[in-house]
């Protein structure tokens, strides 16, 4: 009898993820069990063990996964000169991700309010894009960009909490949002709130000034 070739290990994890986020698409976390992947993938049980731990493990995997890709899409703006056009290109690059993975994140984010570990590897996720959001709006105050703020870290958190309920909503089942309306609703929203009538890059007239604000 011909021996089955040997599957690449990173085939195989890839296979394993892949199946995950299309079981993720159609059933809450809490059905996603070990042999309901594996159904979906040409390999066996055992093979599930040699890449995960647990059913948990691999739902910290794929917000891991997703997590990279999104922020791929927030350097357009955190690493940008031009705060309008680079916040357009980062919004267009997040809800890409959103259209094609909606789904899947709406599915981990609903699973964090009753798995305590998904719950702690989604926040740290959030809190990850918050903590790169405080630094930038203070790097933005250091250049005169953005003015006076009532709190930099909360004003930061409400923005991308807001963000990732809104894109969650929006594309986390069917009918979707029009993608070319949430990108203008989120740069408007970003846009007033940080810079407020000069987001082009010049330090806003009507602000105060940033070596004002509290830190």
Same mark, same amino acid.
């Given at each position: 009898?011909?021996?089955?070739? %040997?599957?690449?290990?990173?085939?195989?994890?890839?296979?394993?993820?892949?199946?995950?986020?299309?079981?993720?698409?159609?059933?809450?976390?809490?059905?996603?069990?070990?042999?309901?992947?594996?159904?979906?993938?040409?390999? %066996?049980?055992?093979a599930f063990y040699v890449h995960f731990r647990d059913r948990h493990d691999l739902a910290l995997r794929v917000v891991e996964n997703t997590g990279r890709t999104l922020f791929e899409m927030t350097d357009r703006w955190l690493r940008g000169e031009d705060p309008a056009a680079d916040a357009r290109r980062a919004f267009e690059g997040l809800v890409e991700v959103y259209v094609e993975h909606g789904p899947v994140l709406r599915a981990l984010s609903e699973a964090a309010g009753s798995d305590e570990k998904v719950e702690r590897a989604y926040k740290a996720l959030v809190r990850r894009f918050v903590e790169a959001t405080v630094r930038h709006i203070r790097e933005e105050q250091d250049r005169g960009r953005i003015g006076a703020l009532p709190d930099v870290e909360q004003t930061a958190a409400a923005l991308i909490w807001m963000d990732e309920r809104y894109l969650s909503e929006a594309f986390g089942r069917e009918p979707h949002a029009d993608p070319r309306v949430v990108v203008d609703v989120l740069h408007t929203i970003w846009m007033a709130t940080l810079?407020?009538?000069?987001?082009?890059?010049?330090?806003?007239?009507?602000?105060?000034?940033?070596?004002?604000?509290?830190?």
């Open positions: 009898m011909a021996r089955r070739p %040997k599957h690449d290990p990173r085939e195989s994890e890839r296979e394993i993820l892949d199946a995950a986020e299309q079981l993720l698409r159609e059933r809450p976390f809490r059905e996603m069990s070990v042999d309901a992947v594996m159904s979906r993938t040409g390999l %066996k049980r055992p810079y407020g009538t000069a987001p082009s890059g010049a330090a806003p007239g009507t602000t105060a000034s940033p070596r004002s604000v509290g830190r």
